[in-house]
């Protein structure tokens, strides 16, 4: 079987997918694609790159290279990455192994796209194993029968059509193969190029879409998660919908596991009225996918603010995106904190070995333990919680100061101003505090909504007062903290994208915009929600994950409603989803190759650049990554770029160091129709770009929407969004509108007077040639 996979391999390797495409006959009536349907139902090898290595989509990365150059922008001019330095890189100097300032950055993306696929990798590899040690190998991948493309990514990028929890770990090991590769060439007097180097970083990106879809399929499938469903549940979140009358069992991080047995052991003492088990970050929204039970407190920006708060009286974490200083910080309440996975041991001493009577002792006497072993974490946290519930009674309500707390401590601050300085957003702090020596709190209540709780302001402050705490407090005490969410949905219906395959194609529906995860944002999480509104109320798709998908749900109306209330939860124009946690952005770019699939019938297996050239050249999808702040950010939206898929950050992403502009000039392409290569408009005009402000993404979301492909009336709805947006928002017209218009049939009919009088003081020109076909691949 093997040998039959190597050979097949390698005449697949050999011949273009087009001529796949048509079922070469290879051995008498027997086509290729026949053949490895009968003798090997797993494999399904229809294009050129099953299993791609480090550089068999080089060619697919450099033509992307060609026409959206990296743009890089150091933050550091150092290099600590080896004994031969430091090196300064600086002025056009050198490091002692010969790299320059471009290419260590080059070098820094990668480490970054290769650190954030490792710890997608490792989550879901935890979670695979979990799952087959629990429900065997041979577990059946079913996502019911809406979803027939099962696993799109995997079946592009790996050739495999998985049917079993087993075929998923296969999965993984090609990738944490492929993963070792990319990492190895980080290292010093490695790769010496800087396309080189983005062609690696932009293959990270890829791997990091197939685990995160490898580890959101075995959670569907192994919890009984939502299998696509449209009307899944909008539950509560927020820090007021948490019963601070019960013990409280707080999960933070990323990997539902834990929470899993929580949840199991209290149904099974049916504990359900006595206790609340809420969570932060996407475990949180994981639990809510698991059980009806389980509450969000918010996204990653709420984290030392509720912990500070002292409502929880056990902390559990998993892994991702937690406080490290969260020891430390639950001391300060007297909750305790149980360590649940292996990438986050917090120093503790292991105690799995002990019964879970013995560890509860345990960390009743330190304060903390490490639990590897997770089926006892149930009862620990549990018992514990009911336990610390008693004993801290009354110390939830002084672990924040009351008003004349924060008024006493704001009269010690000196005004020396460096909260102000620190502080990456430039929030007046130090104007709220002064404002709060005099009993006057509005600031700091303003403070609360789009402070993220990273706690460098109080970590500078010379007189060390807890900010945090003061903020939290206001914020509690002048705000409505009750919001709501839909749970996290999965993947989006085969069904659905027969309905919306045409119009995205053609333009009808305006574009597809993917919200993903991170809360550093630059002014709260309104600003999200803000966008999100816009783009609905456009008839846009909106789908969001992780802790974007919680944000939108913490603005409401002036009815008192979110904007999961208002909209349906389906992927149709208008619709807003809520994928699940972060792995599930698999689900966003899985919707774009189902497109290709279902609508164009291309053909997926082994078949990345023709079906990432595809959504390229045709499908309207854009993701924005407002709050970017991970390195699985990074290799989340580097991914999505070699998808053909452009992403916007937020201000704060620039410091990832690197973006893909092009020079806004025609593009080249070769169209398939009119055989030849022609000059076209630029559209994506980038494959990731940064925006200001919230104004400004909003006005680059229909242009990065805009293709090739798009038809008349398509464009002309793309235009009509970037003309009305950018006057709603900048007053003026859009300076480069006429790149965008190819023929006066692009231009929408209620604007046509005004942009004809644009075009005119433009000298603007229509195109002898629209494209029919085009592509990258020729
Ligand atoms: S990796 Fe190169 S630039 Fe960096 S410290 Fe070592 S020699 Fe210097
Ligand atoms: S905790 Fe809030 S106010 Fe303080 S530095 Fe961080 S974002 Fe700024
Ligand atoms: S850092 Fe502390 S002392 Fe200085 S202005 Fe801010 S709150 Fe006041």
Known sequence: MVKFMRVERDIKRAIAPTILSKNLKIKGNITVKELIEETDKELKLEGPNPMPKVTDLRYWDFKLLNRYQPFYMPI???????????????????????????????????????????????????LVDTLIKKLGKDYPIDLGNSIEVEAPIIRTVT???????????????????????????????????????????????????????????????????????????????????????????????????????????????????????????????????????????GPLSRQLMFIRSGVADVIVVDEQC??????????????????????????????????????????????????????????????????????????????????????????????????????????????????????????????????????????????????????????????????????????????????????IVFGEIPGVVAFAGCTNYPNGEEELALMAKELLERKYIVVAAGCASMSIGMWKDKDGKTLYEKYPGEFKAGGLINAGPCLSNCHVSGAAIKIANIFAKLPLEGNFAQVADYILNRVGAVGVAWGAMSQKAAAIATGFNRWGIPIIVGPHGIKYRRLYLSDGEDFEVYDKKLKKVIKIDPTPEHLITAAENFKECLCMIPKLCMRPNDGNKGRSMKVYHYVTLYEKYFDCMPPDLEKFIRTERDIPFMLKDKIMGYLKEKGWEPRKEIPQEPTLLY
């Open 76 to 126: 550091c001019d150092m290099c600590c990455l080896c004994t031969y330095g430091k090196c300064d890189l600086s002025k056009g100097k050198k490091g002692a192994c010969g790299i320059d300032m471009k290419l260590q950055q080059a070098r820094t993306v990668l480490l970054a796209c290769c650190i954030g696929t490792a710890c997608h990798a490792a989550h879901c590899r935890h």
């Open 159 to 297: 050739g495999m059509r998985v049917k079993t929890l087993g075929d998923l770990k296969k999965v993984l090991e090609y990738c944490e193969e492929q993963l070792t590769h990319l990492l190895s060439a980080t290292h010093t007097g490695q790769e010496g190029d800087v396309l080189d180097f983005e062609s690696k970083a932009l293959h990270a990106g890829m791997l990091d879409d197939v685990v995160r879809e490898v580890g959101d399929i075995a959670q569907i499938v192994g919890y009984r998660m939502p299998k696509g469903d449209i009307e899944t549940p909008v539950v509560d979140m927020g820090i007021n919908c948490i019963d601070t009358n019960k013990p409280v069992i707080l999960c933070i991080g990323h990997n539902v596991v834990p929470s899993t047995y929580i949840i199991d052991y209290m149904e099974e003492k049916g504990l359900e009225e006595e206790i609340e088990v809420c969570g932060i970050c996407c475990t949180a929204l994981d639990a809510t996918r698991y059980s009806s039970d389980a509450k969000i407190v």
């Open 322 to 503: 937690i406080r490290v200083d969260i020891l430390e910080e639950a001391k300060k309440t007297g909750s305790v904190v149980i360590a649940t996975n292996d990438k986050m041991c917090l120093g503790l001493e292991d105690l799995s070995h002990l019964s879970e009577d013995e560890i509860i002792n345990r960390i009743l006497r330190e304060g903390a333990g490490l639990v590897l072993d997770e089926s006892k974490v149930g009862k620990v946290a549990v018992e514990l919680a009911r336990i610390l519930f008693k004993s801290r009674r009354g110390m939830k309500e002084r672990c924040l100061p009351g008003l004349e707390g924060i008024r006493a401590l704001a009269n010690k601050c000196t005004e020396c101003g460096w909260c102000n300085r620190v502080c990456p957003n430039s929030f007046d702090v130090m104007e709220s505090i002064i404002d709060a020596k005099e009993g006057r709190f509005e600031k700091l209540a303003d403070l609360y909504k789009r402070c993220y709780s990273c706690g460098r302001c109080e970590s500078e402050c010379e007189r060390d007062l807890p900010l945090v705490s003061m903020i939290t407090k206001v914020g509690e005490l002048y705000h409505s903290l009750e919001f709501r969410v839909r749970a996290g949905r999965g993947p989006i219906q085969d069904v659905e994208i027969r309905k919306v395959g045409a119009p």
